[in-house]
Nanobody, 121 residues
């Protein structure tokens, strides 16, 4: 069993930065793929970034602006978001699982409660 708790969301202006954190419980943290998804009102949940060991993967819409990282000693995954745009506004979710397709939400077994990110223009 893995429990995930996100933090770090907030209201910022376009061009600003935020860092999201996802604190994970459970002994098998290092063996799971970890990912960030987001969901805007009226839209489907979409993949943002994933990390397994040191291998990272990003959605085209955030590549070059967002960075995913993990601190295994702290069982924490981070999402550094730079150059934020209004279209990045969404609830951001942390996910964990042993996955095949890292971009597919259905592959992940564990989810956090989400943290709101709002970017004003």
């Amino acid at each position: 069993q893995v429990q995930l708790v996100e933090s770090g969301g907030g209201l910022v202006q376009a061009g600003d930065s935020l860092r999201l954190s996802c604190d994970a419980s459970g002994r098998t943290f290092n063996s799971y793929s970890m990912a960030w998804f987001r969901q805007a009102p009226g839209k489907e949940r979409e993949f943002v970034a994933s990390i397994i060991w040191s291998i990272t993967n990003y959605a085209d819409s955030v590549k070059g602006r967002f960075t995913i990282s993990r601190d295994s000693a702290r069982s924490t995954v981070y999402l550094q978001m730079n150059s934020l745009k209004p279209e990045d506004t969404a609830v951001y979710y942390c996910a964990a699982g042993r996955v095949g397709d890292r971009r597919a939400p259905g592959e992940y077994s564990y989810w956090g409660q989400g943290t709101q990110v709002t970017v004003s223009s």
